[in-house]
Nanobody, 120 residues
Framework: QVQLVESGGGLVQPGGSLRLSCVAS????????MSWYRQAPGHERELVAY????????NYADSVKGRFTISRDNAKNTVYLQMNSLKPEDTAVFYC?????????????WGQGTQVTVSS
């Protein structure tokens, strides 16, 4: 299993930037594909960004393409989400997800979430 702890959230003005971090402990970090999700009040949790186990491929929600960048450092057991040009509609709780795929089955692990508020 893996335990995930997010940090880096906070209050930022529109147009500003934040960098979220998610540190994993436990099993081999490089075995997990990593993602960032977010959930705004009254909305379902949605996928924001995804990165493969080796960091060689990434995917983004259309709403964040060109503004957010996901990256990982397997030596530090950490995945990052650099968020630029933030908008009020980016306000949400952001969650780190680790997915282990084994013999066709997925096991998902979640962090506790970090609040991001974009407001003037």
């Amino acid at each position: 299993q893996v335990q995930l702890v997010e940090s880096g959230g906070g209050l930022v003005q529109p147009g500003g930037s934040l960098r979220l971090s998610c540190v994993a402990s436990g099993s081999s970090f490089s075995s997990y594909a990593m993602s960032w999700y977010r959930q705004a009040p009254g909305h379902e949790r949605e996928l924001v960004a995804y990165i493969t186990r080796d960091g060689g491929s990434t995917n983004y929600a259309d709403s964040v393409k060109g503004r957010f960048t996901i990256s990982r450092d397997n030596a530090k057991n950490t995945v990052y989400l650099q968020m630029n040009s933030l908008k009020p509609e980016d306000t949400a709780v952001f969650y780190c997800n680790a997915r282990l795929t084994w013999l066709g089955f997925n096991s998902d692990y979640w962090g506790q979430g970090t609040q991001v508020t974009v407001s003037s």
